[in-house]
């Protein structure tokens, strides 16, 4: 368990922070960027769930977990052992399995989805939209340093995953609000 005592350390104040294996980089560096637009979309989820209850919500809660999850592994380089907590594959196959069940009770889509409806869909789309930005940054740093596959597999499953849920807490779908080409020409 994470024991933390001081919440502030200085150690930032000239622009560089730790990773998690004690090297030191500077605080825009593509894995900070990369685990800091993690932290983001974690912090969206958070809002979300402000208008989530149930099941809704109990996959959110989940889905916060990984993140913190996900936060742990990118914050330590690849250091080619296994000793470091590491986004694993079973957490991209829930996801792709939540992913197939939530999507085969949702309406046929007839168009693409504005971001918006309830609440809980307009907040779902925002962190959509900040996984993807997450999955940028993380596909960047994975082009100049060794990345868990698996970290970008589940970025990449987390937006859809993000995406089906908004539909669903759009009335399974009947609430969307979808686009219609030129309807302002």
Known sequence: MVHLTRIYTRGGDQGRTSLGDGSRVAKHALRVEAYGNVDEVNAAIGMARLHAEGALDDALARIQNDLFD???????????????????????????????????????????????????????????????????????????????????RYLNRLSDHLFVLSRSANGGGTKDVLWVPGANR
């Open 70 to 152: 996900l936060g742990a592994d990118l914050c330590r380089p690849e250091d080619g052992t296994d000793s470091h907590l590491r986004i694993a594959e079973q957490q991209v196959e829930r996801l792709e399995q939540e992913i197939d069940r939530i999507n085969a009770d949702l309406e046929p889509l007839s168009s693409f989805v504005l971001p918006g409806g309830t609440p809980a869909a307009a907040c779902l789309h925002l962190a959509r939209t900040i996984a993807r930005r997450a999955e940028r940054s993380l596909v960047q740093l994975s082009e100049q340093e060794a990345v868990n596959p698996a970290a970008l």
